[in-house]
């Protein structure tokens, strides 16, 4: 079911396959585009101060001289790969945290829980602040504050479906049949949960590459000469009245990196209620009938 649905929301549509176009031509160029170009992404060109875009800088240079098609490749590089990695974290620690606090119940489930709240109720900024003054400026608190804050929402969603899944009758059976609560979690509780985890794990990613870019633009996150694309937005931020094309560029992949994957998640999210939704209103034709 997950396989189709998964299918169905990346290709059942015209924009489904345009949004999947998008992110693969997006992904593609970050990984061969500064292939194809002959600068580095930390090289000057002295004669090419803020210039416009041309056959030698496609995206123009910054306010240094940095060719910005590559610096914005690496961009997009660095901040796909936090939200890739942020959001793994966070299916991998709030997928087991939500199933064990939900089948076990009791006072388990209330500590786990709120210990979720208490990490909820700390401020992302200041999360941020307090590793980068523990920890000092590294690429890799990223992974750590993101992971650390996204998996939360994960763990309460899973909590909700292992409160319903663990009062149907094929919970019941394994119990019977002397199956273990790690044997239960594992066997049935996880592949039931992860088709609504998926989905807002696709819904994450978008929401994380917000996050790291709000956190370089605050000057918290990547430093110089690495960048991402919060840092060439606040650069750009700077520029936008002499070199506007500084901001347009990153700000425009950045938009459109956002917009796809939301979209696609969404999709994702109604392919996944098709079933639910189908049996509803058998249920309630039936019920008319009669």
């Known amino acids: 079911m997950i396989r189709s649905a998964i299918t169905r929301a990346l290709f059942d549509t015209r924009l489904a396959r345009t949004c999947c176009l998008v992110l693969g031509v997006i992904v593609l160029l970050a990984w061969l585009g500064p292939l194809f170009s002959g600068w580095e992404f930390d090289e000057i060109d002295w004669d090419a101060i803020e210039s416009p875009p041309s056959v030698e800088h496609w995206?123009?240079?910054?306010?240094?001289?940095r060719d910005l098609f590559v610096r914005s490749m690496l961009g997009a590089r660095v901040s796909l790969g936090i939200a890739v990695v942020a959001t793994l974290v966070s299916v991998l620690v709030g997928i087991p945290w939500g199933a064990v606090a939900g089948y076990l119940g009791g006072r388990t489930d209330q500590l786990m829980m709120r210990i979720v709240d208490m990490l909820y109720a700390l401020p992302f900024v200041l999360v941020v602040i307090l590793l980068v003054v523990i920890f000092g400026r590294n690429p890799y608190l990223l992974f750590m504050a993101l992971g650390a804050i996204f998996w939360l929402d994960i763990a309460r969603i899973v909590r909700g479906q292992t409160l319903r899944l663990r009062a149907q009758?094929?919970?019941?059976?394994?119990?019977?049949?002397?199956?273990?609560?790690?044997g239960i979690v594992r066997r049935h509780i996880v592949p039931n949960v992860f088709g609504p985890a998926l989905v807002y794990a696709t819904l994450t990613i978008p929401g994380v590459i917000l996050a790291e870019s709000f956190i370089s633009f605050l000057g918290l996150g990547i430093q110089e000469p690495d960048t991402s694309w919060g840092v060439l937005i606040a650069d750009g931020t700077q520029s936008m009245e002499s070199a506007p094309w500084t901001l347009i560029f990153p700000g425009a992949m950045l938009a459109m990196t956002?917009?796809?994957t939301n979209m696609l998640g969404d999709r994702l999210r109604d392919q996944m209620e098709v079933g639910a939704g189908y049996t509803r209103s058998s249920a309630e034709r039936a019920r008319r009938r009669t």
């Open 169 to 182: 009758p094929f919970i019941g059976a394994a119990r019977l049949l002397g199956v273990s609560t790690a």
């Open 59 to 65: 995206f123009g240079t910054d306010f240094i001289g």
């Open 258 to 260: 956002i917009w796809c």
